[in-house]
């Protein structure tokens, strides 16, 4: 089966930066649409950002400005710039991709999490 691993989590200061990874490894024929999605202690799960394979992205509001997504699609793998980071942005951030195996079947996949922490 497919595993999709984040990576790149950890503990900032306000205003300051982060870079998470999502990599997809496994029976991949082809990787679609990768999202990232966050959940703070106490919160729902949020949708933060969406990156189709040919580059298209859309944002929640509350990160507009202040985080990129991009992917590497030789690499299947797909990342978040995080810059600016304000408190409210402390959550465990989850990857999510629509990936096609090599026998053309095609599934949704999760991983498991990093944890991001602002905190002065």
């Known amino acids: 089966q497919v595993q999709l691993v984040e990576s790149g989590g950890g503990l900032v200061q306000p205003g300051g930066s982060l870079r998470l990874s999502c990599a997809a490894s496994?029976?991949?024929?082809?990787?679609?649409?990768m999202d990232w999605y966050r959940q703070a202690p106490g919160n729902q799960r949020e949708l933060v950002a969406t990156i189709t394979p040919g580059g298209s992205t859309n944002y929640a509001d509350s990160v507009k400005g202040r985080f990129t997504i991009s992917r590497d699609n030789a690499k299947n793998t797909m990342y978040l710039q995080m810059n600016s980071l304000k408190p409210e942005d402390t959550a465990v951030y989850y990857c999510?991709?629509?990936?096609?195996?090599?026998?053309?079947?095609?599934?949704?996949?999760w991983g498991q999490g990093t944890q991001v922490t602002v905190s002065s």
């Open positions: 999510k991709a629509i990936v096609r195996m090599d026998d053309r079947r095609t599934y949704s996949y």
């Open positions: 496994g029976p991949i024929s082809s990787v679609y649409n």
